[in-house]
Every structure is written in C-alpha cells, then in structure tokens.
C-alpha cells in the first residue's frame, strides 16, 4: 500500500486526489463513507472526461476503491482503506499533500472521538490481540469460517512433530472420560499411552474373530479384560471400524481420520441452549418480533441435537448403561405470561424424548419490570443474577453438570459465558444478529441513544461473550468478514471506539479458528415444497388462501380488484431494518408493478396502538400512509395478525399455487430465516444484497439481490423476472425447483447437528491441551466484565427501579 500512495504522490494522479479532497472539504460534513467517496470519484472522473480505466485502474482509481471512510480534520484527510478482507490500514495525508503516514488503530479512534466532539486524552484500551499470540491462526481469508479443519490440521501436524507426546495426551482423554462417574472408553487395565497402542492391537484382532453383527453386550465383558470400556459401538463391525480409526490416527495422522473418528466417540451428553429475551413457547407463541427467528431456530436446533444424540448414544452401545442424553433450552420464566405457557417452569419440546425448555425468572429487584416481558434492549441488569439461579436449576434438573453451553443472541452469550466459566465447560457462540453493524455511528453516538437502547452494556457483552467463547458458529461467511465492498459483523467490532468510555483497539481475531461456517436448516415437516400434494392439508389450504386473498376481518387491510395477478409477497416484523415500508414504496412508486402484481403483506400487527414501542408504531403508520399516498387500495392486501406456524408454512405454497414471488427487501439480514422458508416451500425469492442473503441466493444471470435504496432499480429486477415467466411459462416452475433443491442440499438440520457436535467434540479435546494460554484470555475477560459491563448494566437497573 505504501507504494501506491507513494505513486500518487509523485504523479500527476495527486491533482485528481486534491481536487476529491476538495469536493469533500466544501460539504458540511467530516466523516465520509465508502458509497458516498465511490460518487465523489465518479463525478470528477465523469466532470475531467478520464478515460474509463482511470476510475477503476489508475493508482488513485485503486486507493479509492480499497477506501471505505474518509475523516476530514483541519490540517488533515484520514483514509481508513481495506486492500484485503479481514485487514485494515490506516493512512493520513496533511493539508500540503506531500506524504502520506501510515496511522495505527489508536490514532484513529482518537480521531473519532474529535468527531464527535468527545475527545478523552486518556481512555481505557481493550486488546485481545496478545491473548491470541501463540494460538494457531489462519492465513488465507479464504478459508475465515473454516476453523474445524484447520484445527484438525494443526493437531496432526503436532502429533507428527511429537508422536509420543501425543499418545499420552490421548491417553490422558480416555483415562479420564466418564459419564457420572462410570468410566467410559478404557479403564484401569491401560495405564499409559503405549499400552493403549498395544492393545488396540490386540482388540482389533479379537474384533475381527467377532461376527460383524454381534452385539457389543455379548462381548462387553471380555472387551473389558482388555481395558476397553463402552463407548466404542454398538456391534462388532462398528467397534470394530471405531478402533481401526484410531489406530490409523495412532499411526499416521491425517485429518480426515481424526475427523472421523473423533465424530463417534461420546462425549457430549448434556447440552444446553441459552436464549435469554425469547418469549419461548411452542403453543400459540414464537418468541416477539424481535426474537420470532431466534425462538424458531433455537427450538429446531434443540430438536434436532437431541435427536442426534439420541442416536449417537445408540450406536456408540451406551444404551447398556442406560444412559440418557438431555437437551434443555434456557430461558426467562414470565410471571405476567399473557396467556402462554411462558410461566411454566418445565416444558417439553415436542418430538423429542428428553428435551426441555427450562424457565428460570429474573430476580425481582422491580416486580413492575421483572414479572413481564423485557425487550432485549433492556435485560441487561438481571442477567449475572439470572446465571446464578439457572446454574441451580440446571445442575438439579441433569442431575450433573453439562457438557456444552451454546449461547444465543448478545444477552444469551453473556449468561453462557458466566456459566461456562463456572462450569468449566465448552462454550459455543451464536450471534444470530449483531446490533453495532444495524446500527450505523451507534457506538460514536451512543450518548445519545443510551437511554433507548443501551447499546454500551450491549456492545460490552458482545466483546465479553465472541472472545469469552471456545468456537462460534456462523450462518455465512459475510458474517465474519462480509465482502470485498463491506464490512463483515464480526469484523466491525475489530477496531472501535465507544468516546469517553473505551477504545477497542483489537477487539477479536477474525482469523482465529474458532469461526465455523455452519448454517441451520428449516423444519421441514412444515415448510416443505407447494407441489408435495400428498402432505399438504386440504383444510388448511383453503383456510390460508381465504385469509391472503378473501377474508374480511378488522386485522387485515385492503382487498385484490384481480386476483388472479401473480402475487408478491412478504413476511416481517415492522421496524426500519425489515423495512416493509420499503417495499411497499417500491410498488407504489412503480405502475408496471402495479399492474403485473399484487403486494401481500403478512404482520403480526396492523394498528398503531398494537405497537410495543415508538419506533414499531412509526413503521406501522409510516406503511398506513404509503398505501394511501400511492392509492394502493386494490393492489395491496395487509395481514396484521400473527399466524400459527403451520399456517405460516401454507401460505408460502398457496403464493407459490400463483406461481408468486418473495421479496426480503431488509435494509441489512444477517441471515434471514424467512429466506430459507420460502425457498424451501418452492417460491422464487428476491431479498437484500445487504447481508448473508448473498450466499444463501444463486444470484444467476436473472439477479434475485436487491438494492434496498435502490426503489426503481428494484422494480426493475421483479419486473424482468416476471417479464420471462410470462415470456415462458416453464421458466417460473425452473426456478422453483432450483432454489428448493439449494435448500435441501445445503440447508439442512441434519448437517447442522451432526457438524455442531463435532465442533464440540474438537475444540473440547483442544481446550484440554492448551489450558494456561485459554486461563490468561477468560481472566481478561472476567476482568472486562467487572470493570465494564456490570457498572453499565447496574445504570440501566437505576433506570428501572425509578419507574
């Protein structure tokens, strides 16, 4: 980078960096963003009549395109640039234009906080960057997301440098691995890592006089003589094929092997799932709009973990010690339920054998506050108090501790971290959806939106809970690090200042291996394809079409003049992120939409004073006076009630029965759980370019990623995909089977289970071998906890009891 700048210095390109310099100077404002510095460009490109490399080719063409802020100062220009993804340079030039400096991170955030005007001389540091040092890091950017693999790479590679050393270490697992005290894999018989070499051997021999379907119980007691206790499989051939693998790792460790064979050894049988804010239930409530997509999630992930464990158990010959794995999900019990179940304490998760959402109430410090529902901007001072109690209640309810937290959302991730650390157990981080990155200058201005949202304890309890955490998991790569043109989730809390309370100056490593890509699927007992006839329920169907298209009811707006024109849909919550309004604009503004379509929107909320705070009220009203600045009344039909799941399933199918579309016009979607809903139901889906929809959607040569801020753009996009079903009538059912099949193969729980608990699995065994290094970060940790988070979270608590 240091030459490219040198080269514009010393060319006749620095006129044209000048003159951009300029232009931005004359503007009333000082901090500049990528989209708005890319115009300022193409306007002097287009202004100079440069030739059309100059604006992507040229030095200064490329300088503009790495940049994505500018900070203009008195005396001088700040380039924050991002030549890589996952790296940052900064670069200052002064007001002479005579050289550029390379800036570090603390400089910048200084720089920051003069923006702001709240500029502190001395200021508390947050750097996890030496906690990392020592631990093995990925190189390529390509392969952020990737962790499992590369650790098991790492680990062969360190058992081939030291392969004695490592077979003790081995041995140490085994010799100490139990279920409530039942010694489980080998027992006393083996005493050291070179016996246990040895009498694989000799197992392996014994096994293979054996008849492959023997029952393990038929030769338990002779596979103990040999120091081999159960766990290893349920027949002779699968015992059999579990010592093979580890006598091939003992013996030339490649990654493949270890993957294989450490994914059938037991070694997780108690899990749980923290999701704190969640209205959970599974009867007549799925979470607030805030929470639906977490709740659902949540809910299939405990399912589906129990389910697999169930079978892992079975097929590792546990069954003999009749062992029973437990899935428990953790949540708030609400006194003031409102006609849930949100008050029990115990309540069993349907289709499973032993999986249950525990409730655990907030400690009543205010039972105004307390015995209802808290938004998640507002939980944040019951939360320590709240791990106290569920460790409690969770080590009664296993009867033992568990074997792997997973947390969800920010104030899950935080009790998941308080329990962890207690519990000495395996920590999994799920973000599900990072409010600093929604939130545009929130943490520059969050003086100012603290007493709405928090956002200083929140931000707070992200960092605590993404390095706090043994491995996270991701849905899609732009998660972690976005795209060449933006920044990824994870990423933009690598360097930020939060003025006058901390700078961030490397708040966590984006190329640590604890990042693993593995995104959810959907329940597909209930979004399943429109044309599987034969599951779908007569009864309902009629039902669902009546409700979109029909029905009169003081909860839906609007009715169809022509019903018979393809449909486009739309299911959210009312808030400017999921930006309905957005949409709707985007069809009123458009007459050859109008006419081509109608606009269905699905709410949970049609009526201003239904609304659970201001802003939601906003978008409510916001979306009335569209409707009725465009005349919308014919062509728009709004469903303002919050349907059961399974109706929520058909009426997917019943849109794709009018070969309809689905649009996700989000202004940002970390992932977008409806996207996969829809497209699992058959319907051609549209959603923002903005997030993880990129990588869920094949964009193809059609263009399925739109532009929220783009209105006649995105017309444009529909309007050309309806333009060739018209023109071809198979082009539409094409494209259905298409993104049915992209669901299937690659969106699924079965994959996303048995994948999480091989992570568990691994960076457990990890954990163990790199205790002192993983001991200094949780202290640090602790350390920010105390000294950060609970001053933050006890201001709102003050906050609360005045009420």
Known sequence: MNELVQTILNSDEKAALRHLINTLSTLDKRYFLRNEILQ?????????????????????????????????????????LRPRIGSQEIWRIGANMTNFEQMTPQALLDVRDRVVNRFQPQILEIDFSPFYHGYPRISDPRNIGQGLGFLNR???????????????????????????????????????????????????????????????????????????????????????????????????????????????VPTVFRVVLVSIHGWISQEGVLGRPETTGQVIYVLEQ?????????????????????????????????????????????????GTENAWILRVPFAEFNPNVTQNWISKYEIWPYLETFALDAERELLAQFRGG??????????????????????????????????????????????????????????TADIIGMNAADFIITSTYQEI??????????????????????????????????????????????????NQLQDRDITVSKRVQDLLFTREDPQILGHLENQSKRPIFAVGALTP????????ECFGKSQELQHSCNLIIVTD?????????????????????????????????????????TDLGETYRVIADFQGIFVHFARFEAFGRSILEAMSSGLPTFATQFGGSLEIIEDGENGFHLNPTD?????????????????????????????????????????????????????????????????????????????????????????????
């Open 154 to 264: 790492h680990l062969c590679a360190q058992v081939l440098s030291d392969p004695e050393y490592w077979l003790e270490v081995l041995f140490d697992v085994f010799h100490r691995h139990s279920y409530n005290g039942i010694p489980l894999l080998i027992n006393a018989r083996i005493d050291s890592g070179k016996q246990l070499a040895k009498q694989v051997k000799q197992a392996l021999h014994f096994l293979n006089e054996l008849s492959p379907s023997e029952p393990y119980e038929k030769f338990r007691f002779d596979f103990q003589e040999l120091g081999f206790e159960p766990g290893w499989g349920n027949t002779a051939s699968r015992v059999l094929e579990t010592l093979e693998l580890l006598d091939r790792l003992i013996d030339t460790q490649e990654p493949a092997t270890l993957e294989a064979f450490v994914s059938r």
């Open 402 to 459: 568990p074997d792997l937290i997973i947390g969800n959302y920010s104030d899950g991730n935080l009790v998941a971290f308080l329990l962890a650390r207690r519990l000495k157990v395996t920590h999994c981080n799920i973000a599900h959806s990072l409010e600093k990155p929604k939130h545009l200058f929130s943490n520059l201005y969050w003086h100012d939106l603290e007493d709405k949202y928090h956002f200083s304890a929140q931000y």
């Open 40 to 80: 300022a460009f193409a306007d002097y490109c287009q202004n100079s009549q440069k030739p059309a490399y100059f604006f992507h080719s040229s030095s200064i063409g490329r300088l503009i395109h790495y940049t994505h802020e500018i900070i203009r100062e008195e005396e001088s220009t700040w380039f924050i």
């Open 302 to 350: 405990a399912r589906h973990l129990e389910n697999k464990l169930q079978e892992e158990i079975k097929l590792a010959g546990l069954d003999v010690l009749d062992i029973q794995p437990q899935v428990i999900i953790l949540t708030r019990l609400i006194p003031n339920c409102e006609g849930t179940l949100c008050n029990l304490r115990l309540e069993k998760v349907e």
């Open 481 to 530: 690090v976005g795209t060449p043109d933006t920044l990824g989730q994870y990423e933009s809390y690598k360097c930020f200042t939060m003025p006058q309370l901390y700078h961030v100056v490397d708040g966590i490593d984006l190329f640590s291996p604890k990042f693993n890509l593995i995104p959810p699927g959907v329940n597909e007992h209930i979004f399943f394809p429109h």
């Open 711 to 803: 209105l006649e753009g995105t017309a444009k996009t529909i309007l050309n995909f309806i333009d060739q079903c018209n023109s071809y009538l198979e082009h539409w059912y094409k494209i259905s089977e298409l993104v049915i099949q992209r669901i299937r193969n690659k969106y699924n729980w079965q994959l996303h289970t048995k994948q999480l608990l091989l992570l568990a699995k691994i960076y457990s065994f990890w954990n163990f071998i790199n205790q002192e290094i993983g001991e200094a970060k949780a202290r640090y940790v602790e350390t920010l906890f105390h000294l950060l988070y609970k001053p933050r979270a006890e201001k709102i608590l003050e906050q609360h009891m005045q009420r």
């Open 605 to 645: 909320k049609l009526h201003p004073h239904q609304a659970i705070n201001s802003e939601e009220a906003e978008e409510i009203e916001k979306l009335h006076n569209i409707i009725n600045e465009y005349n919308l009344h014919g062509h728009v039909r709004w469903v303002g009630m919050q349907l059961p799941i």
């Open 577 to 584: 992120i999921d930006n309905l309004t957005g949409l709707a």
